[in-house]
């Protein structure tokens, strides 16, 4: 089977080198332009575009996929499907005509659930207990195509979105497999979604990290667990934002009537008075400019004080 593929960051890396492994033909592989990245701001390849030039795949990475040069580029190819996974872009519709098998996709949520740019942070944040793959076909709108194959993975307690990530990516290129073997078979019949019963997982921003210590502990861990490693969950502290990398629920002290952003350091714990009588147990931390730290050694070097207030 004659391939295109589109994506981008790390998650897409396994789809692509499952492709290679099972012998498809990749005639191309479509990623972003090359961007700074990491502390030192050097232009670095896109994950995808270094499995491709490991492998003497061709590569185009245009900035955007509208205009005329785009189309006539890839219009010179006629592959029987382009598989998409993570690319960034919205697949125009003279693209989704190309393929004879479609443009598919391969989605981190179950479907209609989670629709949009962040499905597997806003899953721990909303705090689901299960989560999954779904492979559809493309379609004119936002991850609203005819499904293909689903699978299911239950989230663990400890999971960040880089964790889940990595679990979904390779359960997605397994997906990705058998739906190929099975479209090219006439094995699968597309379902469509119900859209009655969509979630939207909007594109994560950085002032979705600042936390709101009005809010149940509870629902500030997820937050560390989902945005983490970006935005990263954060508060102010003495002028600075103070990263939130680890953290727990407890209920706070009997009888206590506490400002939300609180601390109380009893015991050398590094609590936080959250909503409805609840405590956020941070575990580890990051002052701006500075490095990651266990929470006892914050205490000991910031010398954290009873009483204090996060967030103001």
């Known amino acids: 089977m004659n391939l295109i593929f589109c994506g981008t960051p790390r998650f897409a890396v396994p ?17 972003n332009p090359d961007e700074p990245r990491g502390r030192g701001h050097k232009v670095q390849p896109s ?8 492998h003497g795949i061709q590569i185009y990475q245009p900035a955007k996929l509208k205009g005329p040069e785009v189309q006539a580029f890839l219009s010179q190819y006629h592959p029987d499907a382009i598989v998409v996974v993570a690319y960034g872009h919205i697949i125009p519709q003279w693209m989704i005509d190309l393929p004879r098998l479609g ?21 721990l944040i909303r705090g689901e207990k299960e989560t999954g793959v779904t492979t559809m076909k493309i379609d004119a709108g936002m991850d609203t195509g005819n499904m293909l194959l689903v699978r299911t993975e239950p989230i663990r307690d400890g999971d ?62 997820r937050r560390v667990r989902g945005l983490a490693p970006w935005p990263g969950a954060y508060t102010a502290f003495r002028g600075k934002n103070l990263h939130i990398w680890r953290a727990e629920t407890l209920p706070a002290p009997a009888g206590a009537e ?18 409805e009588g609840t405590l956020l147990v941070i575990e580890e931390v990051q ?22 207030i996060l967030g103001s």
């Open 15 to 31: 789809t692509l080198e499952k492709l290679i492994a099972e012998r498809f033909v990749l005639q191309l592989v479509v990623t």
């Open 103 to 123: 443009c598919i996709n391969l989605h981190a949520s179950i479907l209609p659930k989670y629709r949009g740019a962040a499905p597997i942070a806003w899953a």
């Open 258 to 275: 506490l400002l939300p952003g609180t601390v109380l350091t009893e015991g050398g714990r590094f609590g936080v008075a959250a909503g």
């Open 160 to 221: 960040t979105t880089e964790t889940l990530s990595e679990r979904l990516s390779t359960m997605g290129a397994d997906l990705m497999i058998e739906t190929l073997r099975k479209l090219e078979r006439g094995e699968i019949v597309p379902q469509p979604q119900d859209s009655s019963l969509a979630t939207l997982a909007p594109m994560l921003k950085k002032g979705d990290g600042r936390i709101d210590w009005a809010r149940p502990a509870a629902e500030l861990a």
């Open 47 to 54: 994950p995808v575009k270094q499995v491709a030039l490991n």
């Open 287 to 308: 002052l701006e400019g500075r490095k990651r730290l266990s929470a006892r050694e914050f205490l000991n070097g910031a010398r954290v004080r009873t009483g204090e």
